[in-house]
């Protein structure tokens, strides 16, 4: 039940929390890669650090996302198994009404 209530009050919020701060992030560094690219003299560094950017961005929201989903999955693995325990009980308590 800890770790149900962990997950419900801490671990998913806190999962949306960065996804909701990486694109706020992510909002700004694409700002500034447009903004440097037409102020540069080099476009093709210019543009390599935008992909260089991209890459390492693109990795931190995967690694949000998969953690994220890793948490809900856990949820529903515990709340399956919360409901199958009131059945077994539910279905008991049937069968002792019947007899």
């Known amino acids: 039940m800890a770790e149900l209530q962990m997950l419900l009050e801490e671990e998913i919020p806190a999962g949306k929390r960065a996804l909701v701060e990486s694109y706020q992030n992510l909002t700004r560094v ?7 690219y037409v102020q540069a003299q080099d ?6 650090e935008t992909k260089a950017y991209t890459t390492q961005s693109l ?9 994220l989903a890793n948490n809900v999955l856990q949820l529903l693995d515990i709340q399956a198994s919360q409901l199958r325990r009131m059945e077994s009980s539910i279905n008991h308590i049937s069968q002792t009404w019947l007899f």
């Open 30 to 36: 694409a700002d500034y890669c447009e903004n440097n």
């Open 43 to 48: 476009k093709r560094k210019a543009l390599e």
């Open 59 to 67: 990795a931190s929201v995967a690694y949000q996302i998969n953690a």
